[in-house]
């Protein structure tokens, strides 16, 4: 008897779960009573089964030991027993053994929460890292199958606006089941999910609303099914199976504790599911709004309390002239070439915190120097539980100049205006001192004064012409121009110690043009260059032509200082001057590059690598070589 005690303690304590200690208790019971046939029942708290060992058959007595205590309960039917063993021997071995069960299940219990801990923990854990809802439910439905011991699983979920539920997850034996779509009101799963309870089946098939499509193997067998339930309602089921293997039994019936470990996952898993679409909502919405916001065409700047940049968008990026994408993490508008000339810009920022929205003006100068007017409102996110401020720009720039070159227009349109007519009054008095200077070269004898009358004549005449308003353009020798101008400044420049240069190629095709403005265009050009290099010390100012392959090439170029680069962009502007206002109207660039372009040519200006200062340069397209009507046909 000892013996046999003994023997119980070890197999209790190295048994793994309930029904492996009763199936050695049964093989235990079968040796005491001599090797006979032994079927054992038992029901505990959570679980119940019946195991069998021995051989049926020998000679002996049959005989029937029960064992009972509240709702435990043990019986053992022996076929036959051999003279020597009493039942009360049996019935001693009995009830040691069920005591022991006792232990053995409160052990496997303690057993099923650590592990179930374990997995919420880890579960946890997983729902944190990674809130996907597929990998959530393949990694849950996976650990459960290691866990109660079954060789598939599944998870099925409502479709939206239909009376279906499909498999979206399947595992282990159940991979079969990966995307079928099961009724809702013809199939077991579809009744755990109206229903909203859970179902423990020793045969699955056995159920009266089986659907048999779904066992296409016809090995399912014992199964769990539960809901999954979330603040929206049941959204679908998972399951867990037992098969059956060919030629064996059937596999053993999920128990009551598993089912309950099984309900409590699956209220993790619903939890999962909420969060990952809560998750995924919430990122779909953070994706949209920040497509939004990068694909406005404001630029947008996302700073802290301090004004250092967090977030840009595109249109940001763009004005404060940076190309990699994001935002400089760390740098401050203000060093990103941001300024207002209302306020310190800082201020700005520390008065948005307790003030409305502030609206005003600022410049925006990259390090490209495309210097950018923005109107700029500047808000914190209080409303959002933020101290980060969002600063919106509004480019003003292109509106401004626009607004610049339209009363431009209006202005030299009335220039014009004033011109015509002051030529047409100037044409006659004109006309009057060439009469006198003809006179008096053809009264007098005195060679000086002679020439002097010539000289009034010719640049008579050339007053004419630049007065004159001509309108068909004609055949122009480009260095003819540039040597009458150098002339006339040569002798005037002379005294104001300014030396005037000329690198006159003489082969340079003609150019089709109006005189008078092409010659008014070397005129400004002169004129500019004498200003920046009049001063103390010598000045140079060298005149060029030169042909270029279909092109005539002039250049003006001085000993001046130059043009500072910050500017280069404007001088052509019309009515933009470096020069004080009894010196020039910031015309002469506007109304040269006019005349220029009209032609068909180009100009730009450079620095001087010879002398130093600036470089104007004028391309005009080479006039066609004439055809002579004789030679033709």
């Known amino acids: 008897m000892m013996e046999s005690i003994t023997r119980l303690l070890t197999e209790a304590a190295a048994a793994k779960n309930v029904r492996a200690y009763w199936e050695t208790v049964a093989r235990l019971l079968s040796e005491r009573a001599g090797g006979a046939g032994v079927e ?268 250092r940049v967090l977030q840009l968008n595109a249109a940001g990026r763009a004005v404060f002239g940076l190309t990699e994408p994001g935002g400089p993490g760390g740098t401050s508008l203000q060093e990103l070439g941001l300024s207002s000339s209302e306020v310190a810009f800082r201020d700005v920022l520390s008065r948005a915190a307790f003030q409305p929205p502030w609206h005003g003006r600022v410049v925006v100068t990259p390090e490209s120097g495309d210097r950018r007017i923005c109107d700029c409102t500047v808000t914190v996110l209080s409303g959002l539980g933020s101290e980060n401020v969002l600063v919106a720009l509004y480019d003003r720039t292109d509106e401004l100049r626009a607004q610049r070159e339209l009363i431009a227009r209006e202005k030299l349109a009335t220039v014009g205006e004033i011109a015509s007519g002051v030529a047409h009054e100037v044409n006659n008095p004109l006309a009057a001192i060439r009469m006198e200077a003809e006179l008096l070269k053809r009264g007098t004898r005195d060679a000086d004064t002679e020439a002097a009358a010539s000289t009034i004549v010719r640049e008579v005449d050339r007053a004419a012409r630049i007065v004159r308003i001509d309108t068909d353009p004609t055949r122009v020798q480009l260095h003819d121009l540039v040597r009458d101008v150098a002339e006339i400044r040569e002798r005037v420049l002379r005294a104001e110690n300014v030396e005037v240069r000329t690198r006159l190629d003489l082969s340079v095709p003609p150019v089709l043009g109006l005189g008078q403005d092409l010659q008014q265009v070397v005129i400004n050009l002169v004129t500019n260059a004498e200003h920046a290099v009049r001063g103390p010390k010598p000045g140079v100012i060298q005149l060029t032509t030169q042909a270029r392959a279909g092109w005539v090439r002039l250049t003006v170029e001085d000993s001046g200082p130059g043009v500072p680069k910050d500017i280069r962009g404007r001088i052509f502007d019309p009515f933009f001057t470096t020069k004080s206002p009894d010196e020039g109207t910031g015309l002469g660039l506007s109304i040269s590059q006019r005349v220029v372009a009209e032609v068909g040519g180009r100009m730009w200006v450079e620095d001087s690598e010879e002398l130093g200062g600036a470089k104007f340069i004028v391309e005009l397209p080479a006039a066609p070589e004439r055809v002579d009507s004789e030679t033709v046909g």
């Open 40 to 307: 054992l029942m038992y029901r505990g708290v959570n679980e119940a089964g019946a195991v069998t060992a021995g051989a049926a058959g020998q000679a002996g007595v049959a005989i029937e030991v029960r064992w009972e205590e509240g709702e435990r309960r043990a019986q053992a039917a022996f076929t036959s027993v051999p003279p020597g063993v009493t039942k009360a021997e049996l019935q001693s071995s009995l009830e040691v053994a069920s005591q022991l069960a006792i232990m053995v299940g409160r052990r496997a219990e303690l057993e099923r929460e650590r592990r179930l801990g374990s997995f919420l923990i880890e579960l946890s854990r997983w729902l944190l890292a990674t809130p996907d809802r597929d990998l959530l439910l393949r990694y849950t439905m996976q650990s459960l199958m290691s866990l109660v011991g079954a060789e598939g699983s599944y998870v099925a979920l409502r479709e939206p606006h239909s009376d279906e539920l499909r498999v979206v997850i399947a595992l282990g034996m159940a991979e079969d089941k990966k995307g079928m779509t099961l009724p809702l009101a013809a199939s077991t799963t579809g009744r755990v999910v109206q229903s909203g309870q859970p179902l423990v089946t020793a045969n699955i098939f056995a159920e009266p609303d089986a659907y048999p499509p779904a066992n296409p193997s016809g090995l399912a067998c014992s199964m769990m099914l539960t809901p999954l339930q979330t603040s929206a309602g049941v959204v679908g089921a998972a399951g867990v199976i037992r098969y059956r293997k060919p030629g064996q039994d059937a596999p053993a019936t999920f128990s009551l504790g598993e089912l309950h470990y099984f309900t409590a996952v699956a209220a993790h898993i619903a939890s999962g599911m909420e969060l990952a679409q809560a998750v995924q909502s919430s990122r779909e919405a953070a994706q949209r709004a920040a497509a939004m916001v990068n694909a406005s065409p404001l630029p947008m700047a996302l700073v802290d309390p301090h004004g």
